[in-house]
């Protein structure tokens, strides 16, 4: 099973997104979540460093530079996605990545407060 750090570069990006309210609260994340075809067109026009800041997870021993690299996707490359955060908090948990999971509630928690959800 692979090993994951989590990616601080992508949890501060996830903050500003909520902070600049770029979110969706209602979503079907199993149809807005970025798949090749929108990563690949999102890598022809933004660098890795941007691709990555989309994902909470980095795979421990992956190369820089390739999708291998990042994971844990939060949003759909625009806009942070409610939905997606609990995807990351559900399957970080579910594969006992115990450090994604907090990072990804800990910003689930702050998109809620930030969206008035009590």
């Given amino acids: 099973m692979a090993t994951y750090e989590v990616n ?11 902070d600049a309210r ?7 994340w199993g149809a807005v979540q ?3 075809d929108a990563q690949n067109a999102f890598l022809d026009k933004h660098s890795w ?5 989309w994902h909470l997870g980095l ?3 992956a190369n820089d530079e390739t999708k291998a690299r990042y994971a844990f996707v939060y949003g759909d490359l625009r806009r ?12 970080a948990s579910e594969w006992r990545h115990k450090k994604i999971e907090i990072a990804a509630h800990d ?12």
């Fill in 80 to 91: 942070i996605h409610r939905t997606g955060l609990i995807a990351c908090v559900y399957r």
């Fill in 22 to 28: 770029q979110y969706v609260l209602d979503s079907d």
């Fill in 8 to 18: 601080d570069a992508a949890v501060e990006h996830a903050r500003k997104l909520i």
């Fill in 34 to 36: 970025p798949h090749a």
């Fill in 59 to 61: 795979t421990e021993g």
């Fill in 107 to 118: 910003l689930l928690q702050h998109l809620d407060t930030k969206a008035g959800i009590t």
């Fill in 49 to 53: 460093d941007e691709y990555a800041a």
